[in-house]
């Protein structure tokens, strides 16, 4: 089974603190994704990858950046965080090569608090 | 553009009954891919069912079948016989062609009640 880490489930900062999230995969996928999940809102994409140091913007990227330094590893930062940054954040992964159907596979949610 | 519509935002369905969540989509492609989501309350996003817009046949998994409805660009998602475990908030998904994004519906939270 394809297993998706992220770092944290739970992470409390200050307002303007640099924030990190971090993901692996351990199924050798090509494309990674971040989302934030609100009420009422759905996933909303940040950025996504779709290969080592290559990266595309989602909807909603303001605010935000990311790190593919290795394929199994991608990284949400908040340069300066603040409270509207307060959400549950979604890290997922999918194969590429395998065809177009290909899933993607979530990991189980950071549930980052901005004070 | 390219939309998820999912017009129940909440549902209930009584234990061992069946209930069926809809979702329709836009899209001008013709070539696409079609996935439904379950979250269960503070646990992991996982894949339910998938359709391939090619194929004419609705897709079955077990207690979970969907209809695809090509031309009305329709794809509901039915539950038979509901167990209390279905209790998650269920999402709708489609991809087109070579595009590696999802476009996601914003959701319809499902109660299963005893």
């Known amino acids: 089974d394809v297993k998706v880490t992220q770092s944290s489930r739970y992470l409390v900062k200050r307002t303007g603190e640099k924030v990190f999230l971090e993901c692996v995969q351990d199924m050798d996928h090509e494309n990674m994704f971040w989302y934030r999940q609100d009420p009422g809102l759905g996933l909303r994409l940040i950025y996504f990858?779709?290969?080592?140091?290559?990266?595309e913007k989602g909807d909603i990227p303001e605010g935000y950046s990311v790190s593919r330094e290795k394929k199994e590893r991608f990284s949400l930062i908040l340069e300066s965080a603040s409270t509207n940054q307060t959400s549950m954040y979604l890290c997922?992964?999918?194969?590429?090569?395998?065809?177009?159907?290909?899933?993607?596979?979530f990991g189980d949610g950071t549930r980052l608090s901005i004070l | 553009a390219q939309t998820v519509t999912q017009s129940q935002p909440e549902m209930s369905v009584q234990e061992a009954e069946t209930v069926t969540l809809s979702c329709t989509y836009d899209?001008?492609?013709?070539?696409?891919?079609l996935f439904w989501y379950k979250q269960p309350p503070s646990r992991q996003m996982i894949l339910v069912i998938r359709q391939e817009a090619y194929k004419q046949q609705n897709a079955t998994e077990n207690r979970f079948s969907v209809n695809f409805q090509k031309a009305a660009k329709s794809f509901s998602l039915k539950i038979s016989d509901s167990q209390l475990g279905d209790t998650a908030m269920y999402f709708c998904?489609?991809?087109?062609?070579?595009?590696?994004?999802?476009?996601w519906g914003l959701g319809t939270s499902l109660a299963v009640n005893p």
């Open positions: 997922a992964s999918s194969l590429w090569t395998g065809g177009f159907n290909q899933p993607q596979h």
């Open positions: 990858s779709y290969d080592v140091k290559m990266k």
């Open positions: 899209t001008s492609e013709s070539n696409y891919y």
């Open positions: 998904a489609f991809r087109t062609g070579n595009n590696r994004k999802l476009i």
